[in-house]
C-alpha cells in the first residue's frame, strides 16, 4: 500500500514540501488542500502589484495549480478547507462548501500560514478599508484605487507592509499618511534605521504620525477619514498592516501543542507533539540561531526552508528545518533597510547576554567613487563572549550587506572574526574596510576599552 | 628612553601601522621613509581616475603627508629610500639622492609594496606603453591619453587592471584591443565569470584577443602597434598589465626569508625570521584561510588590516594579522565579479582537497521585480568534508554576495550549512532563495547523489 502524504496549505511551506516529497518519492501519494484559490504564491510581491512594477497577480504565482497537478503529480485540491484533524486515528475532515469528507494519512503538514491581525478599530467594514495578506487583498486594492481615483491614502502600521505599500500608493500620486503607534517606524530593525527611514519617508512626501494610536475609521458607506484621539485626518483609502498571527486554531483544537509565541511548536524537523504531523511556515516557531529559543519570525524564505525540508524527512531522509536569524530586509523609496539576529538590548539580556552596540556610518563605495551612498551599520555583541549577537544596516544601497553578519551569526562568529573577514573590496563596490567590518572593528576597539 | 618604530613604504600597510600604533603610544617614536612623493593613496581608484570618474589625483590620497606629520606625529619622509637593512646592529640605511644615513630601530616594519611586471616584450620604452602600479604612471596615461588623443589603445593582461583599463579607455572613446595569453580573461576567477565578461567586453566594443601572446611593441618614438607572432596590430596607446611581483630584494638582502610565493614570509603577527622585523601588504605572504599555507595575494584590504594589527602589536598587544581568503572583486563595465577562496579544482587537489563544484543562475532580485538581473554563481566544496572551499559570483549586480560566502570560509561552514543560512529577502533584493543559497542546495543535492 502506499502511504499518503497530506498538506494543509497551498502556499510557501505546504507546496515545497509537497514539491520535495514528491522528487524524492515518486511512488509517495500527496494530497494537498488550500482554501482559497490561490497557491504557491510570493506575497511579498504585492506592494509592487498595487504600484504598478508588476503587470499581473499571475506574475506573483510561482507554480499554477495545473502545473502542481500535471507536472508534478501532486492532488492538489484549492477551494478545500480542513475543518478538522484527528491525529489518533490519522486523519483529516475537508470541507467544500457543500460538502465532507475525510482524508486519511500517514504524515500530515500543517501550513496553515497566518493572518493579517485586524485591530478593533471603529470602520474596519467601510468600502475602501482593506488588510493586505493575500493575492485577493492585493486585488481589491489595485481595484478600489483604480476605480476610484482616491486622493489621500492612511496606511496604519509602520512595519515593511505598511512601508511598501506607502511607496506603492505614493508612487501612484496619492498623498499618504503613515500612522504608528510606537515612537517609530520598523520596530523590529532598531532606532538606528528607523530614523533613517522616517526621514526618507517624509522627504518622499509621505506625512508620518509616530506616537499615534489610531481609533478607528470614519465614512457613511466608503471610508473618507482616520479618527485619532484628538483629531480627524482625511482618508480616501486605507491599508491596515499592524501585523499578522498564525493560523493555529486547527492545531490546537487537535491537541497540537502551540508554543509561547502563538505559533506551532515543531522540534528541529518540523514534527509536532504527534508524531505524524509536522507544521512548518507563518503557522509554526523556529528555532533562533542566536538566543536557541523558539521564535516566531513568518518570512518567505523560513516557511520554503522548512517545507523543503519537511518533504525530505517525509520521505525517509531526516533533514534539519534549520534556524533562523530573524533577517529581514525592505525597501523604503530609495533607501534599503536590514537587520538580523537580536538588536534589542532588552531582548539580548532576557535571552542572557549582555549586549554591547556600536552605530557607524560608512560609505557603501569608496568614497571617491561616483554613486556612494551612505550607510548606516548598527552591531550588537555579547560583552563577555564577544560573539556578534545582531546588527542592522540602512542606506541608499548596499543593505543586502546584512547578509555578512547573518551569516557570522549562524557560525557563532565574534566580532573580531568578523573585523578580519576578508570581503570583496574595489572601489565601485565598497570602502577598503567594508561598513561591516568597520562596525566590527569599532565594536572590538569599544569591547576592549571596557573590558 | 623613547623606542623607535621604523616603517618603510608609505602606502596602505606601512601607513595603517603608523597610525595604528600612534594611537596606542603617543611616545613612541614613529619614522617612516616613502622612497617617491606619494603616501597612502587608492591604487585602486586609478583607472577610474583615468575613465574621468575621479577628477584629481589628490582624491585618491587618503591623508596627506602633511597630515600624518602634524595631526598624527609621524616623522614621515618622502623621497626617502631604504637602501639597505641591518637586522643585527637594528638599523637602516636611508639613501636621499645626495645623501645617506642610518637610521637605528627598535621595531621595523618592511611595507615595500610590489611593483607592476615589465615583461621583456620589444618596444617597452616606446612612448606611450604604460604600467600602471602607482598615481605617477595614473598621471602619465591619464595626460598622454589627453595630449595625443588616442584612437586605438592596447591593453595587455586580461586581469583586472587591464579589464578595468579597458572599460576606462572605451570609457574616453578609444577602440581598446584586449590581449590575454591565457585561454580566458580573469583566471583567478574562473571559467564560469570569464566567459560572462567576455561576451560582456565584446558587446562593449572591446575586442578581445585570448590565447594570443604579445611579442612587443612597434613604432618610431611613439607607439603604434602590438607586435603578435603572426600580425601587427595599431596602438596609440599600450597599458600593460601583466600582474605584479612583490619588493623583496632589500629584505632578501638583510637575510630575511623569503616564502616559496616569492613575497617576504612571517608568522600570524606578521613577523618575520626576525624578532623585530615585520612585513605586510603586497610584499608579504599571508596564510590561506582554506589551505592553512602561505598565499600571496597582493590586495588593499590584506595590507590595511595586517598593518594595522603590526601597529598594535609593536606597542604591545599581539594581533593577528588575519587570514585571506583571496576575495576578489571586479567591474567591467555593466558587469560585477567576485571570487573568493579555492576555485581552481587543480589547486583545491594540490591542497589534500577533493573538489565538487556546480555552476547556477539564478535572478538577482525576485523574478518579476524590474530591474532583475541574472546572476552566475560557481560553487566549490570538498567531497569528504562538505566544507566550502570557494566560489565565484558574475552578473548585471550583486557580485558582492560573494561576501557571504567569505564569511562562511573564514567560519568553516559546509555547504548545507551555507545552504540553511537564514539571508535576507525582498523582491527588490533578492529572491526567496539567495542566489548563494540556491548554489548550496544544488551543490549539497549533487554531493548526495554521489556519496
Known amino acids: 500500500m502506499t502511504d499518503t502524504f497530506v498538506v494543509i496549505g497551498g502556499d510557501a ?6 514539491s520535495k516529497a ?3 518519492n515518486p511512488d509517495l501519494e500527496i494530497v494537498a488542500f488550500e482554501k482559497g484559490d490561490w497557491v504557491s504564491y510570493a506575497a511579498c510581491g504585492m506592494p509592487y502589484y498595487v504600484k504598478g512594477d508588476v503587470e499581473s497577480l499571475d506574475d506573483l504565482v510561482q507554480v499554477t495549480p495545473d502545473a502542481f497537478r500535471t507536472e508534478r503529480d501532486i492532488d492538489l485540491r484549492t477551494n478545500h478547507e480542513v475543518v478538522d484533524v484527528d491525529p489518533d486515528a490519522q486523519t483529516v ?12 494519512y500517514d504524515q500530515l503538514l500543517i501550513a496553515t500560514g497566518a493572518r493579517a491581525i485586524e485591530p478593533p478599530f471603529t470602520g474596519m467594514d467601510l468600502e475602501g478599508v482593506f488588510t493586505i495578506h493575500d493575492l485577493d487583498h492585493a486585488d481589491a486594492i489595485q481595484t478600489y484605487v483604480s476605480e476610484t481615483d482616491p486622493e489621500t491614502a492612511a496606511i496604519v502600521g509602520g512595519g515593511y507592509v505598511g512601508i511598501e505599500m506607502a511607496e506603492a500608493l505614493a508612487s501612484r500620486g496619492l498623498d499618504v499618511h503613515l500612522f504608528e503607534m510606537l515612537p517609530h517606524v520598523l520596530q523590529p530593525f532598531g532606532e538606528s534605521v528607523a530614523t533613517v527611514v522616517e526621514d526618507h519617508l517624509r522627504e518622499q512626501g509621505v506625512e508620518l504620525h509616530l506616537d499615534t494610536p489610531v481609533a478607528g475609521f470614519g465614512g457613511e458607506e466608503a471610508v473618507s477619514s482616520v479618527e485619532l484621539d484628538s483629531a480627524t485626518i482625511p482618508a480616501d483609502v486605507v491599508v491596515v498592516g499592524v501585523g499578522v498571527e498564525p493560523n493555529v486554531e486547527l492545531a490546537a483544537d487537535a491537541g497540537i501543542e502551540i508554543g509561547e509565541t502563538g ?4 522540534d528541529e524537523y518540523g514534527r509536532t507533539n504527534y508524531e505524524s504531523v509536522f507544521a512548518a511556515g507563518d503557522c509554526a516557531e523556529a528555532t533562533n540561531v542566536v538566543t536557541g529559543d523558539a521564535d516566531h519570525v513568518p518570512l518567505a524564505l523560513t516557511a520554503n526552508r522548512a517545507g523543503r525540508a519537511i518533504g525530505q524527512t517525509v520521505t525517509g531522509t531526516p533533514t534539519d528545518v534549520g534556524e533562523i536569524a530573524g533577517t529581514a530586509i525592505v525597501k523604503a523609496f530609495d533607501v534599503g533597510a536590514a537587520r538580523t539576529g537580536i538588536i534589542d538590548e532588552e531582548r539580548a539580556r532576557d535571552a542572557g547576554f549582555d549586549p554591547v552596540s556600536v552605530e557607524i556610518t560608512a560609505p557603501s563605495r569608496a568614497h571617491y567613487y561616483p554613486g556612494t551612498q551612505e550607510l548606516t551599520v548598527t552591531l550588537v555583541a555579547d560583552r563577555e563572549s564577544e560573539r556578534v549577537l545582531g546588527a542592522s544596516v540602512v542606506g541608499g544601497e548596499g543593505a543586502k550587506r546584512i547578509d555578512t553578519v547573518a551569516t557570522a551569526l549562524h557560525a557563532g562568529l565574534t566580532v573580531t572574526e568578523v573585523e ?3 570581503l570583496a573590496y574595489a572601489p565601485p563596490f565598497s570602502p577598503v574596510w567594508d561598513p561591516i567590518a568597520t562596525a566590527a572593528k569599532v565594536l572590538a576597539g569599544s569591547l576592549k576599552k571596557t573590558a
Chains 1, 2 share one sequence.
Open 13 to 18: 511551506a505546504g507546496m515545497s514540501a509537497a
Open 22 to 24: 514528491r522528487r524524492e
Open 93 to 104: 475532515t475537508v470541507s467544500t462548501g457543500n460538502d465532507r469528507f475525510e482524508q486519511p
Open 263 to 266: 505559533a506551532i511548536a515543531i
Open 420 to 422: 578580519t573577514l576578508d
